[in-house]
C-alpha cells in the first residue's frame, strides 16, 4: 500500500478524510462524544493542521494523544497557537507492542483520564491508525458495538489513506491481520466475530487495574 502527504493527490477526500478525522457512531456510542484522528499537532504526515480544524469544529474538549510525550507534543512548531494547545491532553507516549505492561499500564491512566474529564474526546496517535484504532476498538467493544462496526469503523482509515474498499480480498486481508488479530489477542478469544465483545472488553478494561465504578463512569461519559 502506498499513500503521499499531499492534500492535492487526494481530490476525492474532504479535509477531514485527509486527516483521517472521524466520529465513530458505532451501537452504542453517544452521538458526537468519541471522535479519532491523526495527530493535531505532529507535523510528521502533514495532517496536523486539518486535524486541529476539524477538533475545533467539533468542539473536541479532551485528547487522548497516545503517540507523544508532554516535552515532544509541546514542542511541535505552532503548539501554542492551535485550538489543541489549551484543551485538557493527556500525552501517554504509547509504544506498538499492545501486549507490553508500559503500554497496558498508559492505556489505564487513558481510560481514567476519559472517566475523569468532560466529553467530546479525541483518541489520536501519529497517523489514528494503529494505536488509536486499537483504543478506539476497545471503547466500541466496551460500549456494546458489534464485531463488524467495529472491523468498518478501523478500516475507514485505510480507505482514507490508502483507497482500500469494502468487499475486496485487500479489505479482507488487511482486516484479518490488524484489527481482528490484535482485539482477538488482547481478548483472549480465537475469533471476534464470535466472541460477547461487550463482556470481553470489560475483563480487559479491568485487567488494566481500573475499577467497575470507573468502567460505568467511561460508559456514562461517552454513552447518550
Known sequence: MVR??????YPNLSDEEFANFRAITTTGMGKGKLYRSSSPVSPEISRNLYADRAAAATGVKTFINLADN????????????SYYCPQAIIPLNLGMDFTADEFRSGLANGLRFIATHEAPYLVHCIEGKD????????????????ADEVIADYMVTF???????????????????NVCKTLAVAFGTEDILEAD???AAEAYVLGLSL???????????LGE
Do not use: W
Not at 165 to 171: A, D, I, M, V
Not at 211 to 221: D, F, L, V
Open 211 to 221: 475499577s467497575a465504578e470507573e468502567i460505568a463512569q467511561i460508559r456514562t461519559n
Open 197 to 199: 465483545l461487550k463482556a
Open 4 to 9: 503521499t502527504e499531499n492534500r492535492e493527490d
Open 159 to 177: 480507505y482514507n489513506y490508502y483507497g482500500v474498499k469494502p468487499g475486496t480480498e485487500q479489505y479482507d486481508v488487511v482486516a484479518r491481520s
Open 70 to 81: 508532554e516535552q515532544v507534543m509541546r514542542g511541535y512548531e505552532g503548539f501554542a497557537a
Open 131 to 146: 494505536r488509536a484504532g486499537f483504543v478506539s476498538a476497545v471503547l466500541e467493544c466496551l460500549m456494546g458495538t458489534t
